[in-house]
């Protein structure tokens, strides 16, 4: 059974650092990861989505990479700013099945102006 | 409108109570997803529906009710809740590969912004 995991589950940085989030899982069998990103009490907004076959994929300031072998993902954010406060989870998808689209439990990050 | 629609926004109902939860998705996707999202817990999965027909039932009580009229919309039906299942309710949309055989590939979700609920 996949397992996703995040750590830590909160962060807190200055404003301006480079930061990393991590998301790690356990079963490599897997179609896509994809990240998110939660403010308080809304949705989930799609930041990145990195196909099984893909390293990474860029976005703005937004990095994310995917090692299968490994069962890691990270997201790097550069120059972080007040606005990036939010919530991030990721979410790994398998095949064949929705419940096998399984979502961690998300970093809440907070930047210090 | 563009992407994932959700209404109400809020929703306060006592137990006894029978109300909906509507979802709309703009994207032209096949699949259609609600989730529950409790206090310090992940993202659970309730229901899928592909290609209007529901696929998926993750052992959701029957007091939860979906109806998928067609791929755009999306209904959750509520009566006779408890308040553990005050929570955040998440609609999502994707396009879904592979028809209808075993081999499905689910793609991109897109989420609305969600109904918060409180069962008194």
């Known amino acids: 059974k996949q397992e996703v995991t995040q750590i830590p589950a909160a962060l807190s940085v200055p404003e301006g650092e480079n930061l990393v989030l991590n998301c790690s899982f356990t079963d490599s069998a897997i179609y896509n990861l994809q990240w998110f990103r939660q403010d308080p009490g809304k949705g989930l907004t799609s930041l990145l989505l990195?196909?099984?076959?893909?390293r990474e994929q860029t976005s703005g300031r937004l990095n994310a990479s995917l090692d299968k072998s490994s069962g890691r993902s990270t997201l790097y954010i550069a120059a972080s700013q007040p606005g990036d406060s939010a919530t991030y989870l990721c979410?790994?998808?398998?095949?064949?099945?929705?419940?096998?689209?399984?979502f961690g439990s998300g970093t809440r990050l907070s930047i210090r102006p | 409108e563009t992407g994932v629609t959700q209404t109400p926004r809020h929703l306060v109902m006592g137990m006894t109570n029978k109300k909906s939860l509507k979802c709309e998705q703009h994207?032209?996707?096949?699949?259609m997803y609600w989730y529950k999202q409790s206090a310090k817990k992940p993202l659970e999965l309730m229901f899928v529906y592909n290609f209007k027909e529901q696929t998926e039932n993750n052992s959701v009580p029957s007091r939860f009710s979906p109806e998928c009229p067609n791929s755009s919309h999306l209904f959750l039906h509520l009566h006779t809740l408890q308040p553990e299942d005050s929570a955040l309710y998440l609609c999502?949309?994707?396009?879904?590969?592979?028809?209808?055989?075993?081999?499905?590939?689910?793609?991109?979700?897109?989420f609305g912004p969600g109904t918060r609920l409180t069962v008194l």
């Open positions: 979410a790994v998808a398998g095949y064949s099945s929705a419940s096998k689209i399984i």
């Open positions: 999502a949309s994707s396009q879904v590969e592979g028809g209808q055989g075993p081999r499905k590939s689910y793609n991109e979700q897109f």
């Open positions: 994207l032209g996707h096949n699949a």
């Open positions: 990195i196909q099984s076959s893909q």
